[in-house]
């Protein structure tokens, strides 16, 4: 199955050989498992980016082969964390519709748990208040 391929395998914890990485995949899967936080820091980034083309041909920066390799670093690691971002964003929507498809409809559930609460007991007097 395809959804399978992007499937995580949990991890144990305290499996680390460095002891100050813990709390950095804590810190980092917290800022990652925060859309609003993601959001505002893309758009500030996008933002500084586009600053950054005059200042760069302003420096001549664009003429350094380094600078211009860095870049082309920066645009190939960020192409690939987006796409990366996205696949995990498909995934979880996958495993919701998925999960919706076990449990069924969001109106069945409601109807069965209300059926299941409610007491209906005939009222006295009959249908519409007559006295048979």
């Not at 870049?71 to 190939?76: D, E, K, T």
Request: cysteine-free; hydrophobic content about 45%; aromatic content about 10%.
């Amino acid at each position: 199955m395809a959804g399978n391929f992007y499937r995580q395998s949990p991890r144990k914890s305290g499996t680390s050989t460095f002891s100050g990485v813990s709390p950095v995949r804590s810190l980092w899967a917290s800022i990652q498992g925060d859309p609003v936080f993601m959001r505002r820091a893309n758009g500030w980034l996008t933002v500084l980016w586009i600053v950054m083309i005059p200042v760069s041909v302003a420096t001549g920066w664009v003429k350094s082969v380094a600078y211009v390799s860095a870049l082309s670093l920066w645009a190939l690691v960020a192409g690939h964390w987006s796409a990366w971002q996205a696949a995990r964003v498909e995934v979880v929507q996958h495993q919701e519709i998925e999960r919706q498809a076990r449990e069924g409809p969001v109106e069945a559930r409601v109807v069965e748990h209300l059926v299941a609460k409610t007491e209906i007991e005939p009222a006295e007097g009959g249908a519409g208040g007559e006295t048979p």
